[in-house]
């Protein structure tokens, strides 16, 4: 599995980013997919996810501004999906690394394990 974030970068406080990840190398119709940022040391924040069924849950924080989406036409058969992160009003406490993750089901179906995949990361940074 790969999954690799585009569409970060710089923006002033207020203004809009739209963040892309391709994501290949799995059936991805079965995976929920999320966006989580860090800013510092190595803790992650989970900001949204969208479950293989299309629902979506958001912290508190991106809640209004932030909205999540994926395209995962034909996965099965491509093995292919992108998701997004439309970010908008965005404010300096936004400024992170955004990773995107896939949450998919592993090994033997009996035992219901799940690996969560995550990308490289792209820099987002709002400044005031």
């Known amino acids: 599995v790969q999954l690799v974030e585009s569409g970060g970068g710089s923006v002033q406080a207020g203004g809009s980013l739209k963040l892309s990840c391709a994501a290949s190398g799995y059936n991805f119709a079965v995976c929920s997919m999320g966006w989580y940022r860090q800013v510092s040391g190595p803790e992650r924040e989970l900001t949204s996810i969208?479950?293989?069924?299309?629902?979506?849950?958001?912290?508190?924080?991106?809640k209004g501004r932030f909205t999540i989406s994926q395209d995962k036409t034909n996965t099965k058969f491509t093995g292919t999906a992108t998701l997004y992160l439309e970010m908008n009003t965005l404010k300096t406490e936004d400024t992170a690394v955004y990773y995107c993750?896939?949450?998919?089901?592993?090994?033997?179906?009996?035992?219901?394990?799940?690996?969560?995949?995550w990308g490289q990361g792209t820099q987002v940074t709002v400044s005031s």
């Open positions: 993750t896939a949450d998919c089901p592993v090994g033997d179906p009996l035992f219901r394990q799940r690996y969560k995949y």
């Open positions: 969208i479950h293989n069924n299309g629902t979506t849950v958001y912290v508190a924080s991106v």
